[in-house]
């Protein structure tokens, strides 16, 4: 039997030509067989499906046509966020330009533990991780000690567990985090992890951290503390009052970490921007950009306002950075990352930042956001639902009027096992709502009306309080 040929090297653009045309055709084939934007039948079809076109996961003798068939049931078994009724979560449709690019990535195979594994992405990590780093942080008039940089991390849960770790070591072991009721979950995990104290909630009770509760809170706790905001909600997508946090840190002396994994997209926005005012107080940031950046899943960052708080990442293994090869000028990489083994996910990155510049990726926002003010304006302006509040980024929390909360779960359910539509959900205020995260920059008018017919539609097939199988 031959050696199956590789991706790269000298064949690995000649082996892959034909390989992407069947890819391409497969994942066209599976779309169309899907015909929506979730496969109809719920999760027992869906698995029934993918179990008939697997079989045997790992037969005595290969499958030449695996390629074909697996791509197929992949594609028809998937949910699809570039269909524009495809609006539950922080799930966006990947740029074409930044799925080429990662493909590149997975080809090369580059490993960002050393140097020599990745010599070219290592320093575009540096390059793309500073600019990013620059863009939340501005330039600015800071010592060369000072200049602001960023970690390149699989996504906001991996961002927030390294802003904990960097208070913790920079507070000498031990930091208390502060966070608001609607602080994303992975924050009150990450402190479990590292083993901190429980997790001091402050009040949000109109959806944002209370600054009058976070000050009582910091004059009554015994520090060093951490307080986590938060620049973009995952329920509602709204945005604590940065400026009125900052100050109260700055006043007891707490660090700030600010988790703007969806809103940070913000800063790509000329119109949008002014609602990350105050961002760039905080010591540490989680920005992702697989939510207001298009990329393919992973593209999450840690900026960092100091970059001496990172020495404690530092570690040493001779086989990846032994110190006599640090000292002749090969690049250190083990304290970018708590992993070893890193895809270069920066290629995409760098790639899409320099292919739409900042207007190109600001437009993809201010679309976007006007998507989401024009659905509210549909909500609100139908006598048969009701509109939580205004967006304040992409996010749109309905419900049908007069309808109980298990009906709105029944309506969503519903919903998906038809494969029509995919809506999330979340509970504000004592209620079930449905909620719509438009990052669909295609999505049109007619989308908007055709989503809200879908539910209104549903919603009267069913009977109060029956919940469909």
């Not at 020599?116 to 390059?127: H, I």
């Not at 502060?178 to 994303?184: E, F, I």
């Not at 989680?286 to 900026?303: C, E, R, S």
């Not at 250190?332 to 890193?342: H, N």
Request: glycine share 8%; with cysteine; charged share 20%.
């Amino acid at each position: 039997m031959s050696t199956p040929p590789l991706a790269s090297g000298p064949e690995g653009p000649h082996a892959l030509r034909p390989l992407l045309d069947t890819v391409l055709e497969a994942l066209d084939s599976g779309a169309r067989a899907r015909g929506g934007p979730l496969p109809a039948g719920g999760p027992e079809t869906v698995a029934a499906r993918v179990r008939e076109a697997v079989g045997e996961v790992l037969p005595d003798q290969g499958d030449q046509h695996a390629l074909r068939s697996l791509v197929h049931a992949f594609a028809e078994g998937a949910a699809d966020p570039a269909h524009p009724l495809c609006a539950a979560h922080l799930h966006c449709p990947p740029l074409a330009i930044a799925t080429a690019a990662d493909l590149a990535a997975s080809a090369l195979n580059p490993s960002l533990d050393s140097w020599d594994q990745a010599p070219a992405a290592s320093e575009l990590e540096m390059l793309v991780a500073g600019a990013l780093a620059r863009e939340i942080y501005g330039d600015g008039q800071r010592a060369a000690t000072e200049t602001p940089d960023s970690l390149i991390t699989t996504g906001g849960t991996e961002s927030n567990q390294l802003a904990l770790l960097l208070a913790r070591e920079v507070h000498g072991g031990s930091v208390r985090l502060v966070c608001g009721a609607n602080a994303h979950h992975s924050l009150a995990r990450a402190a479990w992890l590292l083993g901190l104290p429980e997790p001091a909630v402050v009040p949000a009770p109109a959806g944002t951290l209370d600054p009058t509760a976070l000050d009582e809170t910091l004059t009554r706790l015994p520090g060093p503390l951490l307080v986590a905001a938060t620049a973009g909600t995952t329920d509602a997508g709204l945005i604590d009052p940065l400026p009125e946090i900052a100050a109260r840190c700055a006043a007891h002396g707490a660090r700030l970490h600010i988790d703007a994994a969806y809103g940070g997209g913000l800063l790509f926005s000329t119109r949008h921007r002014a609602a990350l005012t105050g961002l760039d107080a905080a010591d540490t940031v989680t920005l992702d950009l697989h939510k207001l950046g298009w990329q393919p899943i992973a593209a999450g960052l840690l900026a960092v306002k100091d970059p001496r708080d990172l020495t404690t990442l530092r570690q040493r293994a001779d086989y990846l950075n032994a110190a006599d090869d640090t000292e002749a000028g090969l690049p250190d990489l083990l304290g970018r990352s708590l992993r070893t083994t890193r895809r270069p996910d920066v290629l995409k990155l760098a790639v899409t930042l320099k292919t739409l510049g900042r207007s190109g990726l600001g437009t993809l926002v201010d679309q976007v956001c006007a998507r989401a003010r024009e659905f509210a304006a549909l909500v609100h302006d139908h006598p048969g639902f009701a509109l939580h509040a205004p967006p304040v980024i992409s996010t749109v929390l309905f419900r049908p009027a007069g309808a109980t909360d298990d009906t709105v779960a029944a309506v969503r359910r519903a919903l998906l096992t038809d494969g029509r539509a995919v809506l999330g959900r979340t509970r504000l205020d004592g209620r079930l709502w449905l909620k719509a995260t438009l990052l669909n920059p295609a999505t049109g008018p007619d989308d908007l009306a055709a989503l809200l017919h879908l539910v209104a539609a549903r919603r009267a097939t069913l009977v109060e309080g029956h919940t469909p199988r």
